[in-house]
Nanobody, 116 residues
Framework: QVQLVESGGGLVQPGESLRLSCAASGFTFSRYGMSWYRQAPGKERELVARISSAGGRTKFADSVKGRFTISRDNAKNTVSLQMNSLKPEDTAVYYC?????????WGQGTQVTVSS
């Protein structure tokens, strides 16, 4: 059974940092690319960052380039999102995603709120 469990969200002020983590289980983690998405109130879910199975390739939304980094530890089955210089517009629920081909899997989400 595939499980994705996010952690690390919270309330921060503009300019501060947060690190989100996603613990994966139930599949061969090292074989699949992993992604972080986010969904703000009243908006569609959007891709934030993606990392290849071995971690050598990454992709970011234009809105977070230069501020966010994505990494993974295939020995620990975790994927992380380091978010720096956070802005109020980064406020959203952040979801870990695994695309296993036939099925997309999602975590329960973790709330990130950026507010002064």
């Amino acid at each position: 059974q595939v499980q994705l469990v996010e952690s690390g969200g919270g309330l921060v002020q503009p300019g501060e940092s947060l690190r989100l983590s996603c613990a994966a289980s139930g599949f061969t983690f090292s074989r699949y690319g992993m992604s972080w998405y986010r969904q703000a109130p009243g908006k569609e879910r959007e891709l934030v960052a993606r990392i290849s199975s071995a971690g050598g390739r990454t992709k970011f939304a234009d809105s977070v380039k230069g501020r966010f980094t994505i990494s993974r530890d295939n020995a620990k089955n975790t994927v992380s999102l380091q978010m720096n210089s956070l802005k109020p517009e980064d406020t959203a629920v952040y979801y870990c995603n695994a695309d296993l081909g036939a099925t997309l899997y999602w975590g329960q989400g973790t709330q990130v709120t950026v507010s002064s």
